[in-house]
């Protein structure tokens, strides 16, 4: 879930 | 990182570049939609609002960077250096009638109700509809300079790409944002009717033009 948030996309 | 999401990316940049240069080359903005420009720099405005608090990797950095400058340099162009061919007759789309529904989604379907997390939902929204207003130009207009086109056509297989991308990433990765997905969704289709001129015409070699 945390990765979600972690928008690594431009 | 995988060579969908980069070939977005590229496709990306190039579309920025292309119609920065052909504005900055041609010193006119004429064919070109101020509000989607106005659209696109708020959508990069609210979207890389962590860029100073939140490092992903120089690459993410650096185009972040690209995409902000040159959106304000765009505007920039389009409102102040060559105002005067700004076609403000055929740019009449109600940009309010995107931005407040938007604003209003990206306040009820979230993945975390937390400022910087709306304000990224809101530029995710945004972006899929952020082209409307330039599609809506061409379609009074009648018409498109061909450079034009190209820029549409980069811009519109980005996201292409980035379905792609997503599709790669739930198998490989297992990642899935569904916000992300459908409104890329959305902005993709919102891009078919004018694929199929862009593909039909512009490749053929004529000029595009539209039923008027």
Known sequence: ??????HDEL | MNIFRLAGDLSHLAAIIVLL???WKTRSCAGISGKSQILFALVFTTRYLDLFTNFISPYNTVMKMIYLGCAYATVYLIYMKFKATYDGNHDTFRAEFLV??????AFLVNHEFSPLEI?????????SVAILPQLFMISKTGEAETITTHYLFALGMYRALYLINWIWRYYFENFFDLIAIVAG???????????YLYITKVLQGKKLSLPA
Do not use: A
């Not at chain 1, 879930?1 to 972690?6: G, K």
């Not at chain 2, 990224?120 to 972006?127: D, G, H, P, R, V």
């Not at chain 2, 969704?185 to 694929?195: E, G, H, P, R, S």
């Open chain 2, 185 to 195: 969704c959305v902005q993709t289709i919102l891009y078919c009717d004018f694929f």
């Open chain 2, 119 to 127: 304000l990224w939902t809101f530029s995710i929204y945004l972006e």
């Open chain 1, 1 to 6: 879930r945390q990765l979600m948030l972690n």
């Open chain 2, 21 to 23: 240069l052909k504005i």
């Open chain 2, 100 to 105: 407040v529904p938007v604003g209003g989604l």
